[in-house]
């Protein structure tokens, strides 16, 4: 990706896409760094990192009324987690650059001076790693019934490391409808004998949900984002990511 004006940066908080509320989203990893100075130093301080961390936060225009603002959301998840996706300014296409982790909604500020459009900040702080991956559905595809997504050749995860899976559920329409995506891999593009690696709960409102698989080694280097819709006319807009951690 070459250097680029943000124009289309894509925020993604538990089940609100902020895209048309936010003008700015800040990012931010870290890694504490412990001193361990000594006498062996050479006489220059001497780190080792220590526990790492992530904070999301963002701002634009208020706008309440229903579970889709950001003021509904945002005070609902106040003191919450939940999953928090990131694009690099892009339309959160599949295979566009992700980042993703689960946050707690640590803080949010509405309101200000008169005659001003009114605003709102707010921070989300990671209780999980941060992940750099890709996404694996696009928000703005409507689906009506069961399917599977692209493949994306994310690699294989290696013992000790994780697959990070991030379900965003923006919208759902119809009657008793339900969605369940889950997480499949495979040797190569065909997924002919796919493996299921991480099932999301059923869910039939808007919402978000973050897993990820045990540490175990998984050799596959493909995979993909599967889901079963059922209900009467069900209709449902979602954005996920994918990735190693």
């Known amino acids: 990706m070459p250097k680029t004006v943000l124009t289309n940066v894509r925020c993604f908080a538990v089940g609100l896409d902020l895209t048309s509320n936010s003008n700015k989203v800040e990012l931010t990893g870290e890694v504490e760094a412990k001193e361990t100075t000594n006498y062996g130093s050479d006489g220059y301080k001497e780190v080792v990192g220590g526990l790492g ?13 229903d579970d889709t603002k950001v003021d509904d959301a945002s005070w609902a998840q106040l003191g919450g987690t939940g999953p928090w996706s990131v694009s690099a300014n892009h339309s959160a296409a599949v295979g566009g650059l992700a980042y993703f982790t689960r946050a707690m909604r640590a803080d949010y500020t509405l309101l200000a001076e008169v005659g001003e459009v009114a605003p709102w900040t707010s921070t989300a702080k990671s209780s999980w790693p941060l992940v750099r991956g890709q996404f694996a559905h696009p928000p703005g595809a409507v689906r009506t019934a069961t399917g599977t997504g692209s493949g994306l050749q994310l690699g294989a995860v290696p013992a000790g490391r994780r697959m990070f899976a991030a379900l965003h559920v923006l919208s759902v329409a119809g009657t008793t409808p339900s969605v369940t995506a889950r997480v499949e891999s495979a040797a190569d593009n065909t997924f002919a004998s796919p493996t299921t690696r ?20 998984i050799a596959h280097t493909w995979w993909r984002l599967a889901w079963t819709i059922t209900g009467t006319t069900p209709s449902f807009l979602f954005a996920a990511a994918l990735g190693i951690g």
């Open 198 to 217: 991480l099932t999301f709960a059923a869910a039939a409102a808007p919402g978000g949900q973050i897993l990820r698989t045990d540490g175990t080694a």
């Open 53 to 65: 961390s992530a904070e999301i936060s963002g701002e634009g225009q208020w706008e309440a009324g």
